[in-house]
């Protein structure tokens, strides 16, 4: 099975510093997409930000970047300047055929004030 | 625009009964899927709907159904719940694009089996 390893379950950062979440997926594609998704308490998951595997260039939303390592497998979450807000589950998500997402386990982020 | 709307948001079944999920896609967008997330878990992939078939299905059981009706809405039905079936269902629509697509998720259903 080509999975989403996602090897922390729990992550803890102080309000206004740096926090990096670790993925790393398995996949025998050349071209595919990778995302990170948050889930709030609210339940509904929201797209953080995406990756074309092919693009050398890692993608930053804002706040927000990824340390994409196409060779190592691995696609990891950077979020700077921690706010309160950005406390929740984190997935790593991997495009799989026609548009099926393939999720890790999650990531649950805390946010220390 | 509404955005992925999910119904209802909470239910409680009894074990051997049938269950009916409702969603209502992002305006434009053609694909519906659905996913299951147990406690804890990631979302795992039961199936995709386009053009009213059923696309792609993951590792789920026959008693997991579903529908696409000609408004690209979309239907998930389970029949025979088992307690494991608990779990929070999930609905995501996109844009048929091929890999260079975002998929907008619903606030999901919360299914609990007694």
């Known amino acids: 099975a080509q999975t989403v390893t996602q090897s922390q379950p729990e992550m803890s950062v102080q309000e206004a510093e740096t926090v990096t979440l670790s993925c790393t997926y398995d996949t025998s594609e050349s071209d595919y997409y990778l995302f990170w998704y948050k889930q709030p308490p609210s339940r509904q998951m929201i797209l953080v930000i995406r990756?074309?595997?092919?693009?050398?260039q890692n993608a930053t939303e804002n706040r927000f970047s990824v340390n994409f390592q196409k060779a190592a497998k691995s696609f990891s979450l950077k979020i700077s300047d921690s706010q309160l807000g950005d406390a929740a589950m984190y997935f790593c998500a991997r495009i799989q055929g026609a548009q099926k997402l393939v999720f890790g386990q999650g990531t649950r982020l805390t946010i220390n004030p | 625009d509404a955005g992925v709307t999910q119904s209802p948001t909470h239910l409680i079944k009894t074990r051997g009964q049938q269950v009916t999920l409702r969603c209502s896609p992002k305006?434009?967008?053609?694909?519906v899927s659905w996913y299951q997330q147990a406690l804890g878990q990631g979302p795992q992939f039961i199936f995709q709907y386009y053009e009213e078939e059923e696309r792609q299905r993951g590792n789920f059981p026959d008693r997991f159904s579903g529908h696409q009706f000609p408004n690209y809405s979309s239907e998930l039905n389970v029949n025979a719940l088992l307690l494991g079936d608990s779990a929070l269902y999930l609905c995501?629509?996109?844009?048929?694009?091929?890999?260079?697509?975002?998929?907008?998720f619903g606030q999901g259903t919360r299914l609990t089996v007694v």
């Open positions: 305006s434009g967008h053609d694909t």
């Open positions: 990756q074309e595997a092919y693009k050398q």
């Open positions: 995501a629509s996109s844009k048929d694009r091929g890999l260079n697509t975002e998929a907008f």
